[in-house]
């Protein structure tokens, strides 16, 4: 989806030299790579619509004892190459307590 595109998840918007790329993924209780890693990558937005938590780690050792949780039902988590530096452009895991539906947005530069 180019920046200038319309989803029925994300209104029409423009960021000079930046392109979004929405996914909803299906997670289950076993650890899965969220995000490859990406020296493109500027932001990620992790979002929880569904009825269990999950947790995401920069480390495939994420648990529900050991990584950053995601609540259910509309937690997100939003990481800023400004902010994070290099965190955001690497690899990313996540596991989830139960069947767990999220959706997943990365601005990546073009």
Known sequence: MSSQET???FPTFSLTGVRPNPNDVAITTAVSRLFKNDPKRVAIIVS???ASH???KPKNDVSSTLGIK???AGGYYELRREDWHELVT???YIVGAGSVTIMTLELLEY
Do not use: F, T
């Open 54 to 56: 999950c947790w995401i």
């Open 90 to 92: 690497g690899e990313w």
């Open 70 to 72: 995601i609540q259910s």
């Open 48 to 50: 929880n619509n569904s």
């Open 7 to 9: 989803s029925d998840k």
